[in-house]
């Protein structure tokens, strides 16, 4: 080969270096920018993400707060409850106890009322005997008077037996207890008979 090829291949190869290598910083200089542009976009994301994580950790310490003072009232009403539970329990033991009591009296006092209503049978039926003995001479004044001791002197009772009231609705509106109605309307019916 002779020189003076070679030294245009030379040149050649020269100016083709010479148009490559500007091309190469264009491409690198944009490749520079991106990267500076991915940092700058990345820095920014991180600072948002380190901004929503304080946040977070800011309202998650405000929600721990919030569960704290909701479990502290909730512990308050607990115990208020239970206080107001013993309270009622203690009532309750006291009412039953006044109850019972009261009961025991009450029983005491309807036996003593059923004693003295069993007395004052007694006390008829022995009258009605005396004067069933008396009225055997006049069988007819006999009749009518006992009629008149038992419906006088419980005109009330047997008005409203003779309206068709219950023995309950009598017993509430003549204030007699319900047995001594019963009993009072047995009396009668035996002496009708």
């Not at 419906?151 to 509430?172: Q, V, W």
């Amino acid at each position: 080969m002779s020189p003076w090829i070679i030294i245009v291949i030379l040149g050649a190869c020269a100016i083709a270096y010479a148009f490559i290598m500007p091309r190469k910083d264009k491409v690198q200089q944009p490749s520079h920018q991106l990267v500076q542009e991915m940092e700058s976009t990345l820095e920014h994301y991180m600072t948002e993400i380190e901004q929503d994580n304080d946040a977070l950790i800011q309202r998650v310490a405000e929600l721990k707060g919030e569960a704290t003072a909701a479990d502290h009232r909730m512990q308050s009403q607990l115990q208020e409850l239970q206080q107001r539970l013993d309270q009622l329990e203690q009532q309750k033991v006291k009412t039953t106890e006044f109850s019972t009591a009261e009961n025991i009296m009450g029983q005491r006092s309807e036996g003593l009322q059923a004693q003295s209503l069993m007395d004052s049978v007694r006390a008829e039926t022995n009258q009605q005997i005396a004067s069933a003995s008396e009225l055997q001479d006049n069988p007819q004044q006999g009749k009518d008077q006992k009629r008149e001791s038992i419906k006088d002197r419980y005109t009330e009772l047997f008005r409203l037996h003779d309206e068709g009231k219950s023995m309950d609705a009598i017993s509430r509106q003549t204030g007699i207890q319900l047995g001594e109605v019963q009993l009072i309307l047995q009396l009668a019916e035996r002496e009708e008979s």
